[in-house]
């Protein structure tokens, strides 16, 4: 149980285009996810909190109108990435808080390469 | 707010022995407390959690943790290494009146033959 889907896995896109990540949470329902974005050998940064059915919450300095986040349903949140630019070229991850609204349980990732 | 703090970017040890991965929080109320595994380009994986009652958890692939309110600590721990433990490891915390959770900078765990 608890298992979070992440499509896609990789993504190459070029510079200017926007481009959007799926994260679905395949055995729960879950009101609740995250969406982090992770630099090479480094921690997990919370980028912001998404909430089925109410706008997203965003970490401080991050950029709602270029990260846009929807969560329409309880299964599915969305990240995309608008206008992206090489600086955008990062490992996304999304979470999912479980139904004892108690543990994250983390998609598989997405690496995007912005070219 | 909280914060976690892994003292360690890098752990060694030898296939077979005992390892020991370091974690320290601060929460300004009552915390929960996970460990998380991740393999190269790959996600987190859960390994353990601390949320109520007995101090010494237990999780995924023999791993187990102990918490210590005094000592605001939740060492990660296993009897006897495998190579295949070789990975990145975070500890994280959140206060039980908060969804957010905090990572710490995460500790490399290489396991020798």
């Known amino acids: 149980g608890a298992v979070v889907s992440q499509h896609p896995s990789r993504v190459i896109c070029k510079s200017g285009t926007s481009v959007k990540i799926e994260c679905r949470s395949l055995?729960?329902?879950?009101?609740?996810m995250f969406w982090y974005r992770q630099f090479p050998k480094q921690s997990l940064m919370l980028m912001a909190t998404?909430?089925?059915?109410?706008?997203?919450?965003?970490e401080q300095g991050v950029e709602k109108d270029k990260f846009l986040i929807n969560h329409a349903s309880l299964t599915l949140s969305t990240l995309t990435v608008t206008s992206a630019h090489p600086e955008d070229s990062s490992f996304y991850i999304c979470?999912?808080?479980?139904?004892?609204?108690?543990?994250?349980?983390f998609g598989p990732g997405t690496r995007l390469l912005v070219l | 707010a909280q914060s976690v703090a892994q003292p360690e970017d890098q752990v060694n040890v030898a296939e077979g022995n005992p390892l020991t991965v370091k974690c320290t929080y601060s929460?300004?109320?009552?915390?929960?407390l996970f460990w998380y595994v991740q393999y190269p380009n790959r996600g987190l994986q859960f390994l353990l959690k601390?949320?109520?009652?007995?101090?010494l958890v237990k999780g995924s692939y023999g791993f187990e943790a102990e918490f210590n309110k005094s000592q605001t600590s939740f060492h990660l721990k296993k009897p006897s290494a495998l190579v295949s433990d070789s990975a990145l490891y975070f500890c994280?915390?959140?206060?039980?009146?908060?969804?957010?959770?905090?990572f710490g900078a995460g500790t490399r765990l290489t396991v020798k033959p």
């Open positions: 929460v300004s109320g009552n915390p929960y």
């Open positions: 055995d729960f329902q879950a009101t609740t």
């Open positions: 979470s999912a808080l479980g139904q004892a609204q108690e543990t994250q349980y």
């Open positions: 998404s909430n089925e059915g109410s706008k997203a919450t965003y």
């Open positions: 994280a915390v959140r206060d039980i009146e908060d969804n957010d959770m905090r």
């Open positions: 601390y949320i109520t009652g007995d101090n």
